[in-house]
C-alpha cells in the first residue's frame, strides 16, 4: 500500500492551499485517514482525521481554518487550508489506516510528506 500525497507549497499569510493524498495498492479496505504535521525542532501532531463514515476531528489550532474530506471510491483524502498563518509551517504527512483482507486489523500506511511554507 502506497500513500501519494501533493498539493503543498509556498504562500503568503491569510492564503490557502489543499492537499491530496491517494492511498493504492492492495487494499481491501481503508478506514481513518488523517493529516499530520511536523515542524522543525518539534513532534508530528495531529492535524485533522475522518472516518470512513466521515466523522471529522481537528486540532484546535486549525478549528475553522481546515477542512478535512475524503472520497472512499477514489481512496483519496483532503486538507483544504485556509487564512493560512506562519504557525502552520510543516511538512505535512497523510496517513490511513488500511485493511488488506477482510479479516484482521488495520495497518496505518503514512505518506512521503508535502511541505507547507506560510511567509508572513
Known amino acids: 500500500v502506497q500513500l501519494q500525497a501533493s498539493g503543498g507549497g509556498l504562500v503568503q499569510a491569510g492564503g490557502s492551499l489543499r492537499l491530496s493524498c491517494a492511498a493504492s495498492?492492495?487494499?481491501?479496505?481503508?478506514?481513518?485517514m488523517g493529516w499530520y504535521r511536523q515542524a522543525l525542532g518539534k513532534q508530528r501532531e495531529l492535524v485533522a482525521a475522518?472516518?470512513?463514515?466521515?466523522?471529522?476531528n481537528y486540532a484546535d489550532s486549525v478549528e475553522g481554518r481546515f477542512t478535512i474530506s475524503r472520497d472512499n471510491a477514489k481512496n483519496t483524502v483532503y486538507l483544504q487550508m485556509n487564512s493560512l498563518k506562519s504557525e502552520d509551517t510543516a511538512v505535512y504527512y497523510c496517513?490511513?489506516?488500511?485493511?488488506?483482507?477482510?479479516?484482521?486489523?488495520?495497518?496505518?500506511?503514512w505518506g512521503q510528506g508535502t511541505q507547507v511554507t506560510v511567509s508572513s
Open positions: 475522518i472516518t470512513s463514515g466521515g466523522r471529522t
Open positions: 495498492g492492495s487494499i481491501f479496505r481503508v478506514n481513518a
Open positions: 496517513n490511513a489506516k488500511v485493511y488488506t483482507t477482510w479479516y484482521g486489523r488495520p495497518n496505518d500506511y
